[in-house]
């Protein structure tokens, strides 16, 4: 899931506890939500500036409408956080890494909410570790 940390970040995140995942109106990142279940681990990206992987999220309620689509056709999810990345992988790293070249993140790059598939997330985590 990303964000542009000025507009909300992840020490919002932590400093909420929760939040719900609004205004997503594509039609790719909503369908990425709606696969979501509850208890799936997210990656939480700093999108526009410092274009990094941060921490880990959860899905802590899924199935959700979104409350800012007046129509009620958009869904949602609430995320809330998990634990910091001991080291932020960053878009360049991602990039830089043969294994994640077909990664949404970098060949969707306007998603604000992309698919990582386990094989993906697994390499991402060892990257963060260091």
Not at 8 to 20: C, F, I, R
Not at 49 to 76: H, Q, R, Y
Not at 115 to 127: A, F, K, V, Y
Request: avoid cysteine.
């Amino acid at each position: 899931m990303k964000s542009e940390p000025f507009k909300y970040s992840w020490d919002q995140l932590v400093e909420d506890g929760e939040t719900t995942w609004d205004g997503v109106r594509n039609h790719r990142a909503a369908n990425n939500m709606k696969a979501m279940k509850v208890g799936d681990p997210v990656f939480f990206y700093h999108s526009n500036k410092g274009l990094e992987i941060v921490g880990i999220a959860k899905v802590s309620e899924a199935g959700l409408i979104d409350p800012t689509d007046p129509e009620g056709k958009w869904p949602t999810v609430k995320i809330k956080p998990v634990r910091p990345l001991k080291h932020f992988v960053t878009l360049k790293a991602i990039k830089a890494e043969p294994t994640l070249e077909g990664i949404e993140l970098v060949r969707l790059s306007r998603l604000s909410v992309a698919e990582i598939r386990p094989e993906e997330w697994d390499i991402i985590l060892e990257m963060s570790e260091g």
